[in-house]
C-alpha cells in the first residue's frame, strides 16, 4: 500500500461526519435531573461511558486547547475512574479503576504523568490506598505507598519541585481527649503527611498534627467519637500540603479552618493562618482569615501570596453559605494579609467538601466544587468565562456524583491499543481511547482479510475530520470491498495507528463491532441477537422519544437553549480485543500500529462522606 498525493488532497476536503452527541447549553432538563443523576452517553465502538455537559456560560477564552482532569465517582456513578475531556466538551480518555481522587498533571525527571488515587475512601472521609503515575502512554510507571506501613491517604499527592512526593496519611493513635470532654484513654485519627521518595519509597520527611496542636483548637466537636479505636476521633483533618523553596510545608487543616506553616527541618510551627490562632493583621477586613471547611491551599507568587477553596459550609445547616475561590497576599515580615481577588460564582454554589483552586498557564482560574458536580474558569480578576456542570444542580452535594479536585492541563496521549471500530449498514462508528493527536480518520477498503500494507488492491474511500471522542464515517454508497479498516492520521497526514480489517455487509441487520473473535473466520464479530434488540429497541425509543419531544416543542413552544443533537443511537454493550499489528512505513511516514493493553479492576460502591 502507498499513502498516495491524491489521498492527502482528499483528506483536506473533509466529508461530513456525525460526531458524539456532544453537551448541552444552558438545559433545565440537565439542571432538574430529568437527563439522570449522572447524564452519559454511550458509543458503538466503544464500551465507554463519556460525560454530558451542561454549559451555563461559555466563552471562547477557554478554548486554550488544554484538557480538563476529574474523577467522577459517588452513588450515580457506574464506572469510577479517571477522565479526561477536551475543550469542546468531549471524552478523550477514561479507565475504569475504582474510586479515584486527585487526578493531575504532573512533570518527573523530563516527562509529564497522570498522577491520581485510587482505593478505598470508606474510611469515614479519609482513604487506604495507591497513588498512581501513567505516561503518555497510559502505562502505570510508577506507584507510590505510604512509608513504614501507613495508609495512603485520598486527599494529597503532590509533587514537589525537588521531585519528591507529598501525600498525607490517617492513622489511628492513642490519645488524652480529657481536654475535649473525652475519655483519659481515648483514640484520634492523626492529621499526619509524609514526603517521600518517588523511585524508592524512602521516607525523608514526616509530620503529625497531634505533636502540635491542641485538641480544643479546632471546629468540629468529637461527635460521639474517639471513645475506642475502632471509632477514633478526626480532630484535625488534613487535606492539603504544599512545600516551598525554603524547605517549609504549607497544611491545611479543615477543622482547624486554618493554615499552617511548619518548619521543613523540625516540624514546629512557624506561623498560623485564620482558625482560632491567627497570626496575621487581615487588611480586608476579615475577608482574607474568614474562610472556614477549606480546601486545597498552594503557595504562589514565590511564597508571596497563596490560593484556596473556601468551602465555608459543613453539614446540613449550611447550604445558605457559599463557597469562594481565594487569592491572598501574605506578608510575612510585617504578618498582614489581604484579599488579591476573590472568585464568587453567578450561580451561587455551596460545596460542603472538597474542591479546588488552579492558577492557569494561560492567567486564567479554574474552581472546582468538590461535592457539587460543576467546574467554572473564571478570568484573573474573577470574571466568569465558563461554568459547567457534569451532574444536575439539583442534586448537588448529595453524593451522586462528584469529583474531589477538578484540574486543567496540556496533555498528550498516544495510547499502546488501537482504534476501535464498529461498523452497521453505511456508517461506520471509529474512537481511540486516549489518543490527542488524530486528526483525521481515513476509511479504506480490501477484497482480501489481511491485505499486506503494500497490496494494490487497498482502496482510499474517504477522509473525515476527528469529531469528539467517536466519529461517524459514512462509507460511500459506491463501495464493493468486502473489508474496511481505518487509519488514524495526525496533521501532518502521519498514520499514528490502525483498526482491525472488518468484514463488511451492508445489508446485514447486525452491527459488526472489531476487532472480533480471532477464531473467526473473517475477524469482525456481530452483535448476538440479545444485544440487536438491545439496538433496536433502544433505536425506536429514541425515535419515538424524538417525535414526542418534537409534538410537544411545537404545542407548547421551546423551554431552552439546549444543543440540537443528531446520529443514530450508540450501542454500549459490546467490546472486543484489537489486533496485535506491527510497525511499518509507507513512503517514508512512519506508521505506527500498536497493539491492546486492557486491565480491569473490581470496584466496591462507596457511600458519599460530607468531610472528604
Known sequence: MRLRHTWLAVALAFTLAQAD????????????????????????SSALMGPILNYLDSNPQCKDGQYTLIAPRGMAV????????????????????????????????????????????????????TYYMIDSAYEETYTVRGANGLPADLHEFHITRDETALFTVYDVVPADLRSAGGPEKGWIWDGTFQEVDIETGQLLFQWRASEHFNLTDGYRGREGTGGSKDLPWDFFHINSVDKDAAGNFLVSSRYMSCLTYIDGHTGNIIWRLGGKHNDFHDLSAGAATNFTWQHHARFR??????????????????????????????????MTVRVRHEYWNPHPISSQSQGSVQLLDTGNVLLGYGASAAWTEYTLAGDVLCHVHFGPASAFSAGNILSYRVFKHAWTGRPRTSPDLALYRYEAAVSWNGATEVATWVLQGSDTRDPTEEDESITFLTAVPKSGFETIISVPAHTSQDYLRVLALNTTGRILGATAWMRWDPASEEVAVGPGDRDGDDGSSSIDVRAFLFFAVGFSSAVLLAVCAWFLWRRFGARETDLERGGWKPVDEFNGDEDDLSEGEVEGVEFSLLGNERLSRSDSRREFDSDD
Open 21 to 44: 452527541r456532544g453537551p448541552y447549553f444552558q438545559s433545565n432538563r440537565f439542571e432538574d435531573g430529568d437527563l439522570g443523576q449522572w447524564p452519559t452517553e454511550t458509543y458503538r
Open 301 to 334: 507568587d514565590n511564597g508571596t501570596a497563596i490560593t484556596l477553596f473556601d468551602n465555608a459550609s459543613r453539614g446540613e445547616g449550611a447550604p445558605r453559605l457559599t463557597s469562594r475561590g481565594l487569592y491572598l497576599d501574605i506578608d510575612t515580615h510585617q
Open 78 to 129: 457506574r464506572n469510577p475512574g479517571p477522565m479526561i475531556i477536551d475543550q469542546d466538551g468531549h471524552l478523550v480518555w477514561t479507565k475504569h479503576y475504582g474510586q479515584t481522587y486527585n487526578v493531575n498533571v504532573y512533570a518527573y525527571k523530563g516527562q509529564d504523568y497522570l498522577t491520581f488515587w485510587v482505593g478505598n475512601d470508606g474510611i469515614v472521609g479519609h482513604g487506604d490506598g
